[in-house]
Each structure stands twice: as C-alpha cells, then as structure tokens.
C-alpha cells in the first residue's frame, strides 16, 4: 500500500518560476489537502478538495492554485514563486470514515 | 474563528507523565484528532475524540470535553523518541471537511 506520494520531495526554484506538485493518493478518498509547514506557524491550509472536480480555498491560498481533475490526484500549482513560498508542504487524504493520512512532505526552496 | 490554542513548548523527564491541552470553539464541533509530528517527518494518527471522556491506547490517552470545548492527550511513561510536536485537529459539522489545525506543542523528553 503506497498511501499518500507525494512527487517531487526535494526541489528547488528560482523567483519566478512556475512549478506543480503532485499528490497521489490509492485509498479512494474523498478529501484531499494541500498544507504547508513553516517552523513556530504549524499546518496551514492552502487549498482543499472535497472531492473529484472540486476545489476550496484554506486559510493561506494566495500564490497558489489546485486542481482536482482525478479523485485520486491533488495538484498544487506555483505559477511564480517567491522566496516566502520557501517551506516544507504537505498533502493529505481522508474520508468520513478514516483518519487523515499525510505524504512524506515536499521540500521546496525558492532562491 | 475557530481558534485553537495548544501550549507551543513543553519539558518532561523520561518515565514521568505529561498533558497536552488544547481548546478549540465549540459552536458547530464535531470530532478532535491528535496527531504525533517527529521532526523532519509526517505527521501520524494518534486519536480521535467525538464522546466526552477518556480514551485509552496504551501510554497514550486522549479526553474530550465537549461543552467546555477542551482536550488533551496525556503521555505516560515517557520515553526519548515521545520526543515531537503534537498537533491538535478539531472537526465542525458543516465545515466541508475543512481540516485545520493548532500550531502543536514541541514536546521535549530529557533523561
């Protein structure tokens, strides 16, 4: 059982540029979650899905867009990164039934 | 809002007993997660509370208020790796399955 893959782990992006990260999740979920993570500020919500073809805004969605165009797929979207985007994101998967369940987590640096 | 409050730092001594607390707005609540963060790693499932009382899961436990709007997990027979951050996650009915989160408690065990 793969769970929640999070691709790429590591990357790193000049000011500008654009990038996508993808989660994948294999446990049919309805809900999906896009967090990031920056030290002393917790998980915030960036964008989130309550199922396939849909999309909701969270508590930081600014400079970022999501889409959910398979239930299995949630993508995150960079169209052109700062340095403030520069933090360790987080995806996430659930249903009414279950427990989150969280990717090992994406390491972007923007220089 | 739905602000949730949780101590950002705490100190224990390995063997000994600690809680964590976190108060959350009551209006509309559904269920609490706790969830256990290891540096540089994902979060992973501890608990989740939708009756008042106690729950128990081996050193680990969990207790609801529901009315009062508070919570805490209790870690007995502290051991260096209980050593993370602990993320309190309330749930509201009619939220949208909106899963947010408290900024966590870094526990620290000392021998």
């Known amino acids: 059982n793969a769970g929640v893959t999070q691709t790429p782990k590591f990357r790193v992006l000049k000011t500008g540029q654009s990038m996508t990260l993808l989660c994948a999740q294999d446990?049919?979920?309805?809900?999906m979650y896009w967090y990031r993570q920056d030290p002393g500020m917790g998980l915030r919500l960036i964008h989130y899905s309550v199922g396939e073809g849909t999309t909701a805004k969270g508590e930081v969605p600014d400079g970022y867009n999501v889409s959910r165009l398979k239930k299995q797929n949630f993508l995150l979207g960079l169209e052109s990164a700062a340095p403030s985007q520069t933090s360790v994101y987080f995806c996430?998967?659930?249903?009414?039934?279950?427990?989150?369940?969280f990717g090992q987590g994406t390491r972007l640096t923007v220089v | 809002g739905q602000n949730i409050d949780q101590p950002t730092e705490m100190t224990a001594t390995e063997g000994a007993i600690v809680q964590i607390n976190c108060t959350y707005q009551t209006s509309g609540f559904n269920g609490l997660f706790w969830y256990q963060q290891h540096a540089g790693e994902a979060p992973t499932f501890l608990s989740y509370?939708?009756l008042d009382g106690l729950e128990e899961k081996g050193r680990f436990s969990s207790f609801l208020s529901r009315s009062k709007g508070y919570s805490y997990l209790l870690l007995k027979e502290l051991q260096m790796k209980d050593s993370a951050s602990y993320l309190c996650g309330p749930t509201w009915a009619g939220n949208n399955r909106k899963l947010i989160w408290g900024l966590g408690t870094s526990l620290a065990v000392n021998p």
């Open positions: 446990m049919n979920h309805e809900y």
């Open positions: 996430a998967s659930t249903d009414t039934r279950t427990e989150a369940f």
């Open positions: 509370n939708v």
